[in-house]
């Protein structure tokens, strides 16, 4: 007998492994990538715990989907910011469902706690996750099953109710008792996670969503820099040589880099539908953000010659 396990890489999810294993069935890790985490490098920190776990790790690609599907047409609407979570909880499921067959599992776990979320996991936000994910009685939340109606693993016998359990809420002491209990270690913080849920981040996302179409080549600069909009142009710039990767690795066809020439300083990105003028803006935006009062700022293949100016003329742009 085998389980998929949504795998976030968190407590909950490591507990709702280590409960199933507990009744001699077999467990595969799945992690849906979306492309908004804000650990940078959650594949490995994944991987790692999952080692402990002993168990394997498959890691599903599903940025353009998500994208597409999900991020900008949600069913059940947002959070606080641009997080979809119902709608992002059952597509994680979905995706699961369809590698199911694959990896030879029967039923899904999920590390869920009734009422530990205030949007995704309420009693009736789980029966929509439920719902809109078809999941048919074939996802089993280990740690709040006992408060939930029962399963097809359940019901079958596959698992023994008897052995979950019926956490509920924000209350995290039987969590970290049971952690102690089964030597758990090496799972993310619960502060840690979606970008998505993170207000500046959303800022900039549904700004940037207002003019210029989204792929997944876009996110990561989404991520970083300071971020300005000019007459409806996207403009960013770099705060930090640690940011300034993620400019050269870009591969999409959205924004031109610009670059300081012959003079240290910024990495940035603007959008192509800028024209000359607002070109000029961004390369005195450059500038301004160097120790020089002047220089030359490669913008694709054209040079613009920047001044610096008053940071606060630009606070009118920043997003």
């Known amino acids: ?76 609407g947002y959070g606080k910011n641009m ?22 599992a029967k039923f899904i776990i999920s590390g869920e706690v009734v009422g530990q979320r205030p949007m995704s996991q309420r009693l009736p936000a789980l029966n929509a996750v439920n719902k809109l994910a078809n999941a048919n009685g074939l996802v089993l939340r280990p740690l709040s099953a006992k408060l939930l109606p029962p399963t097809i693993p359940e019901l079958k016998g596959w698992v023994d109710r008897e052995k979950l359990y019926a956490i509920r809420g924000r ?23 979606c970008l998505l849920t993170d207000i500046n981040f959303a800022k900039r996302l549904k700004d940037y969503h207002e003019t210029l179409p989204l792929t997944p080549n876009e996110i990561d600069l989404l991520k970083v820099g300071r971020h300005f909009n000019v007459e409806g142009v996207k403009i960013i710039i770099s705060r930090n040589k640690d940011e300034n990767p993620y400019f050269k690795e870009y591969k999409g066809e959205i924004f031109e880099i610009m670059r300081t020439n012959g003079f240290p300083g910024p990495l940035g990105a603007i959008s192509k539908n800028a024209d000359k003028n607002i070109k000029q803006i961004a390369a005195d ?25 008053d940071k606060k003329e630009w606070a009118k742009y920043l997003v």
Request: hydrophobic share 40%; charged share 30%; aromatic share 10%.
């Open 1 to 76: 007998m085998k389980a998929l396990s949504l795998f976030s890489g968190g407590l909950d999810s490591a507990l709702a492994v280590k409960i199933i294993q507990n009744q001699g069935i077999e467990v595969e890790g799945v992690y849906v990538n979306i492309g908004f985490e804000a650990n940078k490098e959650k594949i490995k920190d994944l991987q790692k715990l999952a080692d402990n776990l002993g168990i394997k790790l498959t890691v599903i690609d599903a940025v353009n989907e998500y994208i597409e599907k999900i991020l900008f047409t949600p069913q059940y």
């Open 83 to 104: 997080n979809p979570c119902i709608d992002c909880h059952a597509f994680f499921i979905k995706k699961a469902l369809e590698y199911m067959d694959k990896a030879g």
């Open 171 to 193: 209350d995290r002491k039987m969590q970290l008792q049971l952690a102690k209990e089964f030597n758990l270690e090496g799972f993310e913080s619960p502060s840690g996670g």
């Open 285 to 309: 935006m450059m500038v301004s953000y160097t120790k020089f009062d002047e220089g030359e700022i490669i913008i694709a293949d054209e040079i613009y010659k920047g001044k610096k100016r």
